[in-house]
């Protein structure tokens, strides 16, 4: 199974705040790497597919980078809306699997 | 717009079965695939397995391999999850979800998600 890191597991930030958060993958994956939002008691939301792709209707202030297997999703001024548990997901085989998540609070 | 909508809470007891539906609208059922994936509380989402729902092939995580079984009715462009021989560390929120892929070879990527259905184990 293609194992999934991120780090950091938990950051404090303030808003308007740059973040970024890293994924890596326990092999190459091209770019079959995606990004989701998770807020309490709902489902994931997803933020960047295919590893840099916006999802329709997300605010361009998230943005993904990276191919193989170091990844990013930067966040470029965060906002209160932003506040919650954000995972990366590879689809290049089977399993699917998921990073660990990063919880992102306020400082 | 495309819309998963699935059953409710179940309450189960160790060593028994549910079966989750999910409702899905608003697309051509028979041209994704639908995963399932569970989240333990306060852990991270698990892949549980895949179906297509054209030919009804599956494809299930080695951990859930045996106790589960994907199915999909297409008069009704439902799909569900029965899992069996439940136990405690099974409770959590599952949810179907529709793929999606912009064109052949590219990623395949979880798009529409259900709102999750509470699956909670206990005697």
């Known amino acids: 199974d293609i194992q999934m890191t991120q780090s950091p597991s938990s950051l404090s930030a303030s808003v308007g705040d740059r973040v970024t958060i890293t994924c890596r993958a326990s092999?190459?994956?091209?770019?079959?790497l995606h990004w989701f939002q998770q807020k309490p008691g709902k489902a994931p939301k997803l933020l960047i597919y295919a590893a840099s792709t916006l999802q329709s209707g997300v605010p361009s202030r998230f943005s993904g980078s990276g191919s193989g297997t170091e990844f990013t999703l930067t966040i470029s001024s965060l906002q209160p809306e932003d506040f919650a548990t954000y995972y990366c997901?590879?689809?290049?085989?089977?399993?699917?699997?998921f990073g660990g998540g990063t919880t992102v609070e306020i400082k | 717009q495309v819309q998963m909508v699935q059953s409710g809470t179940e309450v189960k007891k160790p060593g028994a079965s549910v079966k989750v539906s999910c409702k899905a609208s608003g697309y051509t059922f028979t041209n994704y695939g639908i995963s399932w994936v569970r989240q333990a509380p306060g852990q991270g989402p698990e892949w549980v397995g895949w179906?297509?729902?054209?030919?009804?092939?599956?494809n299930y995580a080695q951990k859930f391999q045996g106790r589960v079984t994907l199915t999909t009715d297409t008069s009704t462009t439902t799909a569900y999850m029965e899992l069996r021989n439940l136990r405690s560390d099974d409770t959590a929120v599952f949810y179907c979800?529709?793929?999606?892929?912009?064109?052949?070879?590219?990623?395949?990527?979880?798009?529409?998600w259900g709102q999750g259905t509470p699956v909670i184990v206990s005697s």
């Open positions: 092999q190459s994956i091209s770019n079959h």
């Open positions: 979800v529709r793929e999606a892929q912009d064109r052949s070879g590219s990623p395949v990527y979880f798009l529409h």
């Open positions: 997901q590879q689809s290049y085989t089977t399993p699917r699997t």
């Open positions: 179906i297509s729902a054209y030919y009804g092939s599956t």
